[in-house]
């Protein structure tokens, strides 16, 4: 199984979901756990021998889903996923539920380091409890619930101090506008948007730096990732 790239899941039509770094993304809304609970059991029969893609969050009035295919050099998003999304959307609709595609987001922490290997190794001990549960290219992927995807971006070996950890937040393509607006408008500046609508690099009030990233204008990354 061949990963696809952003554009090639753009082009799938799935309605319901949005490209964020890794996987396919969706949110249905819900009346409550117990509608929440009979939607997931009816979309993992639906996903059938393809089940295990599925991540599931159910929560008091909604419920998000991942689709994603493990493989040894992280989460791909493939031919597989696109038919989970609309195996599950199906579903869904028989159940009259309402995707809120607007809603999903994705956090990553990336960390500026000029020793990927030592520091997968010392990031993964401590949020898996086992040095080795990261993947080929150093991210640390596959955590707990609640836990954020972790990769590590090559730069020079330095002295002085500066910032080294910085937010990726992943959304829908179209409330990153509305997003970057809020965060404007609460103090922060645009630092470099120079790669927007890939994403656009935004500063707090004490210059501390966090990316807006959407799946547009990325065609070319054929990872999977």
């Known amino acids: ?14 309605d319901d979901w949005r490209v964020l770094a890794q996987g396919l993304h969706a949110r249905f809304r819900t009346a409550g756990t117990a509608e929440g609970a009979a939607f997931v059991a009816a979309a993992v029969a639906a996903a059938g021998p393809r089940a295990d893609h599925l991540d599931v969050s159910l929560g008091h009035r909604s419920v998000v889903l991942r689709s994603a295919t493990r493989h040894d050099k992280g989460l791909w998003r493939t031919a597989d996923d696109v038919e ?12 009259g539920l309402t ?26 001990a401590v949020l898996t409890g086992d040095p080795d549960h990261h993947h080929a290219g150093g991210d640390v992927v596959d955590l707990a619930p609640g836990l954020p995807h972790v990769w ?8 002085e101090s500066r910032q080294r950890w910085h937010w990726d937040v992943w959304l ?11 965060a ?17 690099v935004l500063a707090d009030p004490e ?19």
Request: proline share 6%; with cysteine.
């Open 1 to 14: 199984m061949e990963p696809l790239t952003y554009a090639d899941v753009l082009a799938a039509g799935l």
């Open 84 to 95: 989970v999304a609309r195996a599950v959307s199906a579903v869904a609709r028989e159940h």
């Open 99 to 124: 995707p809120e595609p607007g809603l999903v987001v994705q956090l990553e922490l990336a960390l500026d380091t000029w020793s990927t290997p030592e520091q997968s190794r010392f990031w993964a």
């Open 152 to 159: 590590f971006q090559g730069t020079e070996a330095h002295d």
């Open 172 to 182: 829908a393509p179209e409330v990153a506008d509305e997003r970057i607006a809020a």
């Open 184 to 200: 404007l408008a609460a103090g922060g500046t645009v630092a470099d948007d120079s790669e927007a609508p890939s994403f656009t």
């Open 207 to 225: 210059g501390n730096k966090v990316c807006i990233c959407t799946c547009l204008d990325r065609a070319g990354d054929d990872d999977g990732g």
